[in-house]
Nanobody, 122 residues
């Protein structure tokens, strides 16, 4: 059984930080992505990391504020979020990519976590 479990969400004031973790089991290590979905909006790519950790990719609006990293030995992917803004408020999902395609295309991802809520107050 494949399980992706996100933790670390919560309520934070603007300018604050949160660190999301995604522990996965039942699937081999591979490229991983973080997505988010705000109320009334479509799910959108936020960040991604290649299986060897050599390359990372970010949504333009989070570059310089968010950092994606991974620990393959612990089967965990992280998203460090600094300088948070109210517009970062969303449910954040991690996903395991198992198909070719764009990092931004959620069809590339085979497995998804249940999501963790991030709320940034102004």
């Amino acid at each position: 059984q494949v399980v992706l479990n996100e933790t670390g969400g919560g309520l934070v004031q603007a300018g604050g930080s949160l660190r999301l973790s995604c522990a996965y089991a039942g699937v081999a290590s591979g490229d991983m992505g973080w997505f988010r979905q705000a109320p009334g909006e479509e799910r959108a790519f936020v960040a991604g990391i290649t299986v060897n950790g050599g390359s990372t990719y970010y949504l333009d609006s989070v570059k310089g504020r968010f950092t994606v990293s991974s620990d393959n030995a612990k089967r965990t992917v992280f998203l460090q979020m600094n300088s948070l803004k109210p517009e970062d408020t969303a449910v954040y999902y991690c996903a395991a990519a198992r198909h070719d395609g764009s990092w931004y295309d959620d069809g590339r991802y085979e497995y998804w976590g249940q999501g963790t809520q991030v709320t940034v107050s102004s």
